[in-house]
């Protein structure tokens, strides 16, 4: 006898968020000259600092596209490079899967709810759309705010017998602007990834000659020493490592297998990925020795959630540095396409990415040892920092 529910498939972590983006916010309830209006000064409000996009339905009323009634009409898919923006048409109907994909990097997604839904829903009274709103009460089955209009909210009476919890909702006039604008920011603030701390271990530190993450810097094995400097800023802290690695890991420690085999450093960040997508994970690597809290906190301090990656810019190169970087969650399908197109480098998906590139205040704290001369050149100079603050 077999007992308890079959799985064909086994369980993986799946990212949070609606069938757009992470966070997307259908407006309904009035007009759709009003919704674009109100969602474009939202946008315009917030694009500076978060990733904004917009999804609605063409009009009867619209103008065709210009591109439709030419020569190309019969192509699938058009692109158009302007001076500051490309223009992507795909003629295609796309799934939930593809939509997220198109909207993965937004950090805010409004979506005009006359014509799609949306995980969030915005509620304006506005008597013109009455009768459209008593059509969809099944529908509205996740309104976090209500904007109200001047002397016609108490003919939707109705909507208090229909909708849990009516009276709890937030009300916002809909021409109060800057108390919607600030509501809405206070939501994306609020849903910012907290940040895991993932150890890089290295690989077989050929150059080395001995692994570098057992190495000994600060009183104990490198590895441990920065899953303790990550603990000070994590949720979580994970020691990178392959299958056969972990039970040599310390059990104060939190061993993370490679679910990914055979990618180097891509490897673990992929792994973490996998673990937690709902996270972002701050990468830092045994490599850098002189790497220490400062650095961090001057990393943590400037993050931006907007961008895929936040990186130091390495002063020999100008190129990022892989080996201290926080990844937000927006990054793991950026990395999963790399991969797909036989990319394993990190440094290259940044490189090829907009992200943002930090000038760090101490440079020298980003120096790599990768050879028995890069070792003694770091004990040099942390025998230094020690005298110089004993």
Not at 314 to 342: A, C, H, M, Q
């Amino acid at each position: 006898m077999i007992s308890g529910e079959h799985k064909k498939h086994g369980d993986i972590a799946r990212r949070t968020g609606g069938d757009w983006a992470k966070e997307e916010w259908a407006i309904l309830g009035t007009t759709c000259e009003n919704i674009k209006q109100l969602a474009g000064e939202i946008i315009g409000a917030l694009n500076s600092n978060w990733n904004c996009g917009y999804a609605d339905a063409q009009h009867k009323n619209d103008a065709s596209d210009s591109l439709q009634k030419n020569s190309f009409e019969s192509a699938n898919t058009i692109l158009t490079s302007h001076e500051n923006y490309q223009e992507f048409i795909h003629k295609g109907l796309s799934g939930s899967f593809q939509m997220r994909e198109a909207f993965q990097d937004l950090d805010l997604l409004i979506v005009n709810g006359n014509h799609h839904e949306a995980s969030k829903q915005i509620l304006v009274l506005d008597p013109v759309k009455k009768n459209s709103i008593q059509k969809k009460l099944d529908k509205l089955s996740n309104i976090e705010l209500i904007l109200t209009t001047e002397k016609n909210s108490h003919e939707f009476h109705f909507l208090k017998d229909s909708i849990a919890g009516w009276n709890e909702i937030p009300r916002v006039d809909f021409e109060d602007r800057t108390a919607i604008i600030k509501f809405i920011e206070t939501k994306i603030s609020n849903s910012i990834p907290k940040i895991n701390g993932l150890v890089l271990t290295g690989g077989n530190s050929t150059r080395m000659g001995t692994s570098k993450s057992k190495m000994d810097w600060h009183g104990k094995e490198q590895q441990y020493y920065v899953a303790d400097l990550l603990s000070k800023f994590c949720d979580r802290v994970y020691i990178s490592c392959t299958e056969n690695q972990v039970n040599s890991i310390d059990k104060n420690y939190s061993p993370l297998p490679d679910s990914f085999i055979g990618l180097g450093p891509m490897s673990g960040i992929l792994s973490a990925f996998r673990l937690d997508p709902n996270v972002a994970w701050l990468v830092l690597a045994c490599d850098l020795p002189l790497a220490d809290e400062e650095i961090i906190s001057e990393l943590i301090a400037e993050r931006k959630p907007k961008y895929m990656a936040t990186a130091f810019e390495n002063e020999l190169d100008s190129f990022p540095e892989p080996l201290i970087t926080i990844w937000e969650p927006k990054s793991y399908r950026v990395l999963l396409s790399f991969l797909s197109e036989g990319i394993i480098c990190p440094r290259k998906v940044l490189r090829n990415n907009e992200i943002n590139l930090i000038t760090p205040k101490h440079s020298e704290k980003l120096f790599n040892t990768n050879t028995p001369e890069d070792a003694a050149m770091a004990k040099k100079i942390l025998s230094k920092n020690e005298t110089r603050y004993s």
